[in-house]
């Protein structure tokens, strides 16, 4: 079994910085694909940036330019580095980790979430 777990969420002022972190823990070989996803109150879900086992990036076009996702595939971690946060993006961040190799076979993932306020 594969378990994700997110830290470094809180409270934060509008132009603020935040980094998350999410460690994945188990008989993992390697991990494909990690990405964070986040969920606003009385919203959609929003896919907020990919990156591969490679390194290639994708962001939402929300954040391109203050965001930047980044991994430590020795320790299984991805990061989250926010930068000018705005109020509207308070929300529960999660981490998800797809085509992940373990002994038992091809396994996906997702953390339990990080709760991120921005107070304006």
């Known amino acids: 079994q594969v378990q994700l777990v997110e830290s470094g969420g809180g409270l934060m002022q509008a132009g603020g910085s935040l980094r998350l972190s999410c460690a994945a823990s188990?008989?993992?070989?390697?991990?494909?694909?990690m990405c964070w996803y986040r969920q606003a109150p009385g919203k959609h879900g929003e896919l907020v940036a990919t990156?591969?086992?490679?390194?290639?990036?994708n962001y939402a076009d929300s954040v391109k330019g203050r965001f930047t996702i980044s991994r430590d595939n020795a320790n299984n971690t991805v990061y989250l580095q926010m930068t000018s946060l705005k109020p509207g993006e308070t929300a529960v961040y999660f981490c998800?980790?797809?085509?992940?190799?373990?002994?038992?076979?091809?396994?996906?993932?997702w953390g339990q979430g990080t709760q991120v306020t921005v107070s304006s």
């Open positions: 188990g008989s993992i070989i390697s991990i494909n694909f």
């Open positions: 990156i591969g086992i490679g390194g290639i990036t």
């Open positions: 998800n980790a797809a085509g992940i190799r373990t002994m038992f076979g091809i396994k996906s993932s």
